[in-house]
């Protein structure tokens, strides 16, 4: 999903891919690294993986979790959400610029992803001042 000329308001690849990494800085315990290859910019709580941006200029775009049916209905409501890359294709997304995709969505991508993942991981692992 190249970045295009997006209508007037509308993200850049380049803005929801800084937004994502803002909204993933701000959370307890994220790190950061690239484990699998130069372009994927890999975000993860207590070990797991719950965000990917992927640095490729044609092709700026996040990758999250999501709940099955939600990454659905999703993938039908927004042209520039398609199944996910790398990952299991019920559980992630990727999500590019386009219509309707706000920053508040983003942000609410990267804590959703987060949040899910967080629910996998046994309390006494969980960092401080993460969601009980």
């Known amino acids: 999903m190249p970045d295009r000329d997006p209508p007037a308001g509308a993200l850049t690849g380049q803005a929801l891919q800084h937004l994502a990494r803002s909204a993933a800085a701000g959370l307890p315990g994220?790190?950061?690294?690239?484990?699998?290859?130069?372009k994927l910019d890999v975000h993860k709580v207590a070990g797991k993986v719950f965000l990917i941006v992927t640095d490729d200029p044609d092709?700026?775009?996040?990758?999250v979790k999501s709940e099955p049916e939600q990454a659905r209905?999703?993938?039908h409501s927004y042209?520039?959400?398609?199944?996910?890359r790398y990952l299991n294709k019920d559980h992630w997304i990727s999500v590019g610029a386009g219509r309707g995709i706000t920053a508040e969505f983003v942000e609410d991508?990267?804590?959703?992803?987060?949040?899910?993942?967080?629910?996998t991981v046994p309390h006494r692992r969980r960092p401080r001042?993460?969601?009980p």
């Open 30 to 38: 994220v790190t950061r690294g690239r484990p699998f290859v130069d």
């Open 59 to 63: 092709e700026r775009i996040i990758t």
């Open 73 to 75: 209905t999703l993938r």
């Open 79 to 84: 042209p520039s959400i398609v199944a996910g």
């Open 109 to 119: 991508c990267v804590t959703g992803s987060y949040d899910l993942v967080l629910d």
């Open 129 to 131: 001042g993460a969601n």
